[in-house]
């Protein structure tokens, strides 16, 4: 895939990048160990006043960064520039928690004195999708750079504007040169970099495919890396809900950021006795979507993010009808300039069909129904992926039983499911392992390091 900024409004390319050299790689690796050796010295309070300035930038340029975000991948304005708020509320979470989050620990045993110790790994690698080109990459910077670490960023080839401007905004907060670079690399010279001596450990957001690539190139080193990786979230609706509620939040759950989240609800299970009326009222709603420019604040469903992904889905909803599938809204991409796939609702799912078992990345909604509790945990639990779960219900024993027998790594009671700096965030089978956010997330990339001491000091 080239390095290219290409508008999935319109299909036009914007603007192109050169990979850079191998030599020019180096060069960056060089600068990111010399400037570890200082930057893990550093105070919290010094680098929490960085993490700060980096937030009030965000939000000084939240409008223009939006418009930035929208032209690469065309997720609508309004969500852009939330998007740029949320990145900020994260960098000033961990200014303002980073070091209680990695103070010391006593710990009660026979020494005169035991404790655990965080200390950084060193140089991280970051490797980021296009569906939130900067939400992605500052979860990592507020957590591993206010840690000690400094980080390499290589990002998603169809959005290098987004991948350059986060380096401009670091350095313009005053983190030092070599803190925090973008490599501008295809997929091809990702795994040179990660088995470099100087390269302490990875984590990746993405694909299945590039995690185990990812993974594997780690194992070959015994560096850490954090994974994640894919989701087909359920999204379960018993009778004790409130059906217009769970309505509303099923088409959101669904159609943010154009249908192409990780955690995205993606699979709708509702009780039988309900079922029916779960369907009309979802179908009209998502029929009474807006999909357009997403710069239009009008707009509800913007462009899928190029071409390729406008094939990849409609080709795998060809598929699921063929199997025995029935479409119930949508279906098509829309006849017009630009990446647009309508609205889809799908139902009569087959299990042998891609919509049954794939992650299908577009507003593309498949509905199961369920006959009762038990059969809405088998279905939500049949899936390779384990990465969020949300579920519906006003009853208390219900509500509980969904907390312990779902198989995901979070699980959302009467809210969809969504990313919170002080909640971690990840999943467990094929949706990876390790954790961002949170006071988990901020230590998956030190030494833990146990201390103990005898005698007195």
């Not at 993606?266 to 420019?293: P, Y």
């Amino acid at each position: 895939m080239p390095i290219a900024t290409i508008n999935p409004a319109s299909g036009k390319t914007i603007k192109t990048f050169d990979a850079l050299t191998s030599g020019q790689i180096e060069e960056k690796l060089q600068l990111a160990a010399r400037t570890f050796a200082t930057f893990k010295a550093l105070s919290f309070a010094e680098r929490g006043k960085m993490m700060a300035a980096a937030a009030g930038i965000l939000e000084r340029d939240k409008h223009a960064l939006g418009q930035l975000m929208t032209l690469e991948m065309g997720k609508t304005l309004a969500s852009a520039i939330a998007e740029a708020e949320k990145c900020a509320t994260s960098c000033r979470y961990y200014a303002e928690n980073a070091e209680r989050f990695l103070a010391d620990e006593t710990i009660s045993t026979t020494a005169a004195h035991s404790y655990i110790h965080y200390q950084p790994m060193g140089i991280v690698l970051a490797v980021m999708p296009w569906n939130f080109p900067f939400w992605q990459v500052f979860r990592f910077i507020s957590t591993a750079l206010m840690a000690g670490n400094v980080g390499l960023l290589k990002h998603a080839s169809n959005v290098p504007q987004c991948a350059l401007k986060i380096e401009e905004i670091l350095l313009e907060a005053g983190f030092p040169p070599g803190a925090f670079q973008t490599l501008l690399i295809g997929a091809s010279q990702v795994e040179a970099i990660l088995l470099d001596p100087r390269v302490a450990a990875a984590t990746l957001t993405g694909s299945e495919g590039a995690g185990v690539q990812v993974g594997m190139a780690a194992a070959k080193h015994i560096k850490k890396v954090v994974l994640e990786l894919g989701g087909s979230d359920p999204f379960i609706v018993m009778p004790s809900a409130n059906l217009d509620e769970a309505v509303t939040w099923a088409v959101k759950a669904r159609c943010i950021n154009n249908g192409q989240s990780c955690i995205a609800a993606k699979r709708f299970i509702v009780h039988e006795t309900i079922a029916d009326n779960f369907e009309t009222k979802f179908v009209a709603a998502m029929q009474s979507l807006t999909v357009g420019d997403p710069m239009d604040p009008k707009t509800d469903v913007g462009p899928l993010a190029n071409a390729d992904a406008v094939t990849s889905l409609h080709a795998d909803i060809q598929k699921t009808v063929q199997a025995g599938g029935r479409v119930l809204t949508g279906g098509q991409p829309l006849d017009r300039v630009g990446y647009f796939y309508a609205p889809t609702v799908l139902a009569d799912i087959p299990k042998n069909s891609p919509a049954y078992g794939e992650e299908l990345f577009g507003p593309v909604a498949c509905v199961f129904r369920a006959k009762d509790i038990n059969d809405a945990i088998r279905i939500a639990n049949d899936t390779r992926f384990g990465l969020g779960a949300s579920a519906w219900t006003n009853d208390k024993a219900e509500c509980q039983r969904f907390i312990d027998d779902l198989e995901a790594g979070m699980v959302f009671i009467n809210k969809m499911v969504a990313s919170d700096p002080r909640l971690p965030f990840g999943g467990v089978k094929w949706s990876g392992h390790g954790r961002e956010l949170g006071a988990h997330g901020i230590r998956e990339f030190t030494n833990i390091k146990t201390v103990w001491i005898e005698g007195k000091f």
